[in-house]
């Protein structure tokens, strides 16, 4: 067993998640901890056997993290002086050797790079004739007293025990293992360069680590950031190209883990909480009361682009034309809600597909968006975005939308996993519940009618959330406002054209006497983006566990 020991000297840890500046990273990812280990290898002279042992390390799978509960600071925002760039050439010397020095370059590129990098040392080096108009505002640009400041914050956790292990149950060769002893007396920080490390390999038992806390597992609710095969050379490569750039995201694959820490029992829906988000990249601005067209179009568009026979895991029918009775996908419009400054826009939609499918139970999925995003590769018009694969959407009238599957964490909160199936005891509707039978008349003037409206209202929401694996909830409350700041009116969400259901829609506000992970998807237009609940708070004891 390999165990690397990681012990912060100063008793924080400072580090920015890696899709957001502003929040704290903890654990310290696996991939940073690579990342440390590759800088630890340059200072420390690039010996061959420590080469060896990172190339052994980037084709281990992702190891076990021990770490202790940990308190994030205050965040407190500070002003620190930009790098003065108005008096020195510096910065157009450093663009033109990461074009010269660019990999991939062809020579014709390389060699108006290198014509480009003369110029500028040309210049840099010209001898100034005159003064230009703006060089007193230049020099007091750069002068103690007036050098403007720009604000950065430095998120930071200050856990129980300063110790994080990472541990692997393979013991490596001697040559790798001295590799990873000379990397470790070179390592001095991780993360921020105030957070100064003591590491070595070790034996986790003798050295008081904390217990083994997460524990890799591709069901797990974690994702955390680990490398692969190649790592070494892909990060060579990037420094290689930008050799006085910093680096703010590396190359990293998503690891997904889960807790090994006692937890509070909690409920889990029948749809999977891994799903696939397609984020808006390009179209109209769609509202939220579109999200049942925008469900039912993307719908179409996989099905135009399925195997045959369809799969009842996308048409939801069985093969012999009936309704399909277990749980089948999910198309779930995600919306822009929940903050002080939600418009309620449709960001993006997520294909939620059953809990418990395996890759060859997903394959029609797959198979069908691969040939989606197929299609969009051959039009020429697409606009630049992240690199993910694209989707092209027609919706009619609402216009064509261009969506770009985040293979990563999103960046976006309302597109991201935990957003929609984080533990909590309450939740409450984004888009309003259809009821699956009519209970009557909710506002009947005749109370004894009312009441007995009301009690098949509850019994029918009880019933639905039983029918997708959780608990009856403890208190119902119904309401045509929604709870959600961007969410619109129940009675704004229009029917589809040609029905005559008159079924009530209405926003629930649910609390369970247990935690409950999503996604949670009740009523009859669970499947096409109605009935979406989020969690409205966390349950207490879970914040330290689910971070």
């Known amino acids: 067993m390999l165990c690397l020991r990681l012990e912060l000297l100063t008793g924080r840890y400072v580090a920015s998640a890696f899709n957001d500046r502003n929040e704290p990273e903890w654990p310290p990812h696996p991939a940073r901890v690579f990342s440390a280990l590759v800088a630890a290898h340059h200072e420390g002279g690039a010996t061959a056997d420590a080469e060896a042992a990172l190339r052994w390390l980037e084709t281990q799978p992702p190891p076990t993290l021990s770490f202790s509960p940990a308190t994030a600071r205050e965040l407190k925002i500070c002003y620190v002086p930009v790098n003065d760039k108005a008096l020195s050439d510096s910065a157009t010397l450093d663009r033109a050797w990461s074009d010269v020095l660019a990999p991939d370059a062809t020579p014709k590129a390389r060699t108006r790079a290198e014509a480009k990098l003369a110029k500028a040392y040309a210049k840099a080096s010209a001898p100034e004739t005159k003064l230009a108009k703006d060089f007193r505002a230049k020099v007091l640009h750069v002068l103690p007293a007036t050098r403007t400041k720009q604000p950065r914050t430095f998120p930071s956790m200050t856990p129980e025990v300063p110790v994080v292990c ?16 000379s990397l470790t007396r070179h390592l001095a920080r991780l993360g921020h360069s105030s957070t100064l490390v003591a590491a070595s390999i070790t034996d986790p038992i003798t050295n008081q680590a904390p217990s083994p806390t997460w524990q890799p597992d591709p069901e797990g609710s974690e994702l955390v950031r680990w490398v692969s095969p190649g790592q070494l050379d892909a990060l060579q490569a990037l420094h290689a190209a930008h050799p006085h750039a910093e680096q703010r995201v590396m190359p990293y694959v998503v690891a997904r883990y889960r807790s090994l820490t006692p937890t509070p029992r909690t409920w889990s829906s029948s749809f999977s909480n891994a799903f696939v988000v397609l984020r808006r990249l390009d179209g109209p601005r769609l509202p939220l009361l579109a999200s049942e067209a925008l469900a039912d179009a993307a719908r179409r568009a996989l099905m135009s682009h399925a195997e045959d026979p369809r799969a009842p895991l996308l048409s939801g029918h069985a093969p012999d034309g009936s ?38 139970g997903l394959h029609p999925l797959y198979a069908a968006l691969a040939r989606w995003e197929a299609d969009a590769r051959s039009q020429p018009d697409l606009p630049p975005g992240d690199d993910g694969p694209r989707a092209v959407l027609t919706m009619g009238r609402l216009g064509r939308w261009v969506l770009e599957r985040c293979i990563d964490h999103p960046r976006l909160i309302n597109l991201q996993e935990r957003t929609w199936t984080r533990p909590s005891t309450e939740w409450a509707t984004v888009t309003p519940m259809i009821f699956d039978r009519h209970p009557g008349s909710l506002h009947d003037g005749r109370s004894t009618r009312r009441h007995k409206a009301i009690t098949r209202a509850h019994a029918t929401i009880a019933a639905a959330c039983q029918r997708i694996g959780l608990p009856a909830p403890e208190e119902i409350e119904l309401d045509d406002a929604p709870f959600f700041t961007g969410s619109e009116p129940a009675s704004r969400f229009a029917r589809r054209q040609g029905t005559t259901d008159q079924r009530p829609r209405l926003h629930l506000h649910l609390r369970f006497a247990e935690p409950v992970c999503g996604p949670v998807l009740l009523g009859a237009g669970r499947y096409r983006g109605l009935g979406l609940l989020r969690p409205l708070e966390p349950h207490p004891q879970l914040e330290a566990w689910h971070g």
């Open 166 to 181: 990472l541990s692997w149950p393979t013991e490596p060769p001697p040559r790798v293992l001295a590799g990873l002893r």
């Open 323 to 360: 309704p399909l009775q277990a749980n089948h996908l999910a198309i779930v419009p995600l919306a822009n809600v929940g903050n002080r400054h939600a418009s309620g826009d449709l960001l993006g939609l997520a294909l939620v597909p059953p809990a418990g499918l395996d890759l060859a």
